[in-house]
């Protein structure tokens, strides 16, 4: 139990720190929220938890390719809220990501 606690409390914490960062400087937030941390940590999380490395391996291999899908959404964004309210923006933002998730499972072997 004290494990899964540490390991949300770390996580939350990198995670509560964007906003109050990007009050100081937007790059600096940017750059934490772009960092791998999540998909780091999660690796870190499994290893100490006894996964073997063909394991962290796949997926390691899967996450990059999950993550391209979501790249698009970062750049419609600005775009969208130019003429959009931030809400509809996003929930278009999301809903592209989403759409393109379907495709890259539809087309890539995982």
């Known amino acids: 139990m004290l494990w899964t606690v540490s390991k949300t409390l770390i ?3 990198i995670i509560v720190t964007i906003p109050f960062l990007s009050k100081k400087s937007t790059v600096l937030a940017s750059l934490l929220a772009a960092l791998p941390l999540v998909s780091v940590l999660a690796m870190i999380w499994m290893y100490i938890e006894g ?3 063909k394991h962290l391996a796949s997926f390691s291999n899967d996450v990059f390719w999950m993550v391209l ?13 130019e003429k959009l309210s ?4 996003l ?3 999301c809903a592209l990501t989403t759409v393109l998730y379907l495709v890259m499972i539809r087309f890539v072997e995982f």
């Open 51 to 53: 996964q073997d490395a």
């Open 86 to 89: 931030f809400p509809v923006s």
């Open 69 to 81: 899908p979501s790249l698009p959404m970062f750049l419609l964004l600005p775009k969208l809220m």
């Open 91 to 93: 929930a278009l933002g």
């Open 11 to 13: 996580t939350t914490l």
